[in-house]
Structures are given as structure tokens and as C-alpha cells.
């Protein structure tokens, strides 16, 4: 049985090239083969545990705020990031109404992610008040 590769893709000695059809080890694809159980409710997903936290960019509104909004409901804390301040505001007032004691688990930070600098300060706000970080949402248009 030969092998195709994929455009741009190259096998390394030893190793065995894989299908975009037979990404899992054993060899079925969950979405193809009705034998493997995929669970249809994300809260189910071992890192969307409750008390994990999420850092979300382009926050302010569409699918930003909507990931805020899923992640909020199954119990994650939230990292809001935005360059627009003013969505950013009515986007945290919206969430205060989901998310568990906003004092603590909500934050918003103002930021530009075109600048390294404010990406690296992202990072430091989440870690510092969270810990950890189970999800990030990169929604930014440039």
C-alpha cells in the first residue's frame, strides 16, 4: 500500500504519515466512524472545567464575546481583552450577569494585540490572578 503525502509535507525516517482521515491512534476518525462515542456537550471536555480560566482577545463583541459567554456559563473565570474600551466595558457588564463573583473571576484588560508589549502584559494579569490558563480565544481583525 503506498502513501500519499499531503502538499508540502515530508515523513521522517522511521515515522508513519498520517491522513488528515486517520488523525487518531487508533486509527478511526470520530467524526466518520459511528463505532467511536464523541460527546456533544463541551462541558464534558476534561479543560473546561469549572474554576479554570480562559483568556479571551477581540472580547468586546461577536465570536470574542460569544466564546466569553460559553466559557462564562460552563464556570471558567475570564480574561476579557480588547483595544475598544467602550465594548470592552458593556461587554464586562453583560458577563457580570453569567459569570460567578465577577469581582474575582472577571477581568478586562484594555490592549492592542498588535504590540508585544501588551500581549506580554495579558499574560502577566491572567497568570497573576488566575494561575492558569485553560483556553485562549484569539478573535482579532487587522
Known amino acids: 500500500m503506498s502513501q ?5 509535507s515530508r515523513s521522517l525516517p522511521g515515522s508513519r504519515q498520517l491522513s488528515p482521515l486517520r488523525s ?3 486509527g478511526r476518525n470520530p467524526q466518520l466512524d459511528p463505532a ?3 460527546s456533544e456537550d463541551p462541558a464534558e471536555h476534561p479543560a473546561l472545567h469549572s474554576g479554570g480560566a480562559a483568556v479571551i482577545t477581540g472580547g468586546a463583541n461577536g465570536i470574542g464575546f460569544a466564546a466569553a459567554e460559553l466559557f462564562a456559563g460552563l464556570g471558567l473565570r475570564i480574561v476579557l481583552a480588547d483595544i475598544d474600551q467602550e465594548g470592552l466595558s458593556k461587554a464586562r457588564k453583560k458577563l457580570e ?10 477581568l478586562t484588560v484594555h490592549m492592542d494585540v498588535s504590540k508585544p508589549e501588551d500581549v506580554q502584559r495579558l ?10 490558563v485553560c483556553h485562549i480565544a484569539l478573535d482579532e481583525t487587522m
Open 24 to 26: 487518531h491512534s487508533n
Open 123 to 132: 499574560k502577566e494579569v491572567a497568570f497573576e490572578a488566575f494561575g492558569e
Open 97 to 106: 450577569n453569567i459569570v460567578k463573583d465577577p469581582d474575582t473571576n472577571l
Open 4 to 8: 500519499r503525502s499531503l502538499p508540502g
Open 36 to 38: 467511536v462515542k464523541v
